[in-house]
């Protein structure tokens, strides 16, 4: 079971990660309404970014979860 600590250590990773590469991973936190939004931008013209989570709860363990397992899938440590 994934804890919010853990959301926290693969935010900072998958941004790590990104630094320096033409697409990175931004991510907005608000733990007073528990929620997160995660937006793949692409750093070449002509691409827009894409938004894959926008104002996620993660209010119940499921929840938490879910985006969790919702962002290590879209990210870069997948394929570490």
Known sequence: MKTFKDL?????????LSNGKQMTMEF?????????????????????????ISNGSFKTPAQLQEIYWTI????RVQNL
């Open 8 to 16: 926290l250590e693969l935010i900072a990773t998958e941004t790590e």
């Open 72 to 75: 290590y899938n879209k990210g």
């Open 28 to 52: 907005s936190i608000d733990t007073h309404y528990k929620w997160i939004s995660f937006t793949q931008c692409h750093n070449l013209e002509g691409l827009e970014d894409a938004k894959i």
